[in-house]
């Protein structure tokens, strides 16, 4: 199922990376790597990211979200669809509901942050689904980027079994805009 998982990842990242005002982004952290894409630059935009921590597991999702512009600030309301792969867990799904933001600081610099949260009532498998990040972006050309933040993602499990952090750190990584 990881393998599932990471085709349909890659594979949205492929589609994205051919439509007009997408982002790729590949970060690493400490303990985890993430990939995401995004298209949004106002409107109806979609996500889709992936998350991997060797000892915790994998999480993977696809979104949708309604940008709307704030001047040169970008606001993104939205909701997608979380597969949960943790290690000593049943596989879960979550409907997470967020927010993101993004706001230029002249030509070269971008700070970013969203955040998503599922609760039971919208899990399968799990208890809470929760993910935040938050970074600066310092555009070297206008297609390509160096990203610098933080990534939480909490999955609290089911059944007294205690949750999982696969992502708790800072990270550094690219960034892609077609």
Do not use: C, Q
């Not at 630059?41 to 990211?49: R, Y």
């Not at 999982?164 to 750190?169: F, S, V």
């Amino acid at each position: 199922m990881k393998n599932i998982l990471f085709a349909a990842t890659l594979g949205a990242l492929v589609i994205s990376a051919g439509a007009s005002a997408s982002d790729v982004s590949m970060v690493a952290g400490e303990d985890y790597v993430a990939a995401s894409a995004s298209v949004n630059s106002g409107g109806l935009g979609f996500t889709a990211d992936w998350t991997h921590n060797d000892d915790e597991g994998d999480v993977g999702g696809v979104g949708l979200g309604l940008g709307v512009p704030l001047g040169n600030a970008l606001l993104t309301f939205g909701g997608k669809l979380v597969y949960i792969d943790v290690k000593s867990a049943d596989t879960g799904v979550a409907g997470a509901l967020g927010a993101g933001l993004s706001i230029p600081l002249g030509s070269r610099v971008v700070l970013y942050g969203e955040g998503y949260y599922s609760p039971d009532s919208l899990s399968s498998g799990i208890r809470s689904y929760t993910e935040a990040k938050a970074g600066v972006r310092f555009k070297i050309t206008p297609a390509i980027g160096a990203d610098l933040g933080y990534k939480y993602l909490n999955v609290d499990l089911k059944d007294g079994r205690p949750s999982r952090d696969l992502a708790d750190g800072v990270y550094a990584g690219v960034n892609f805009s077609f």
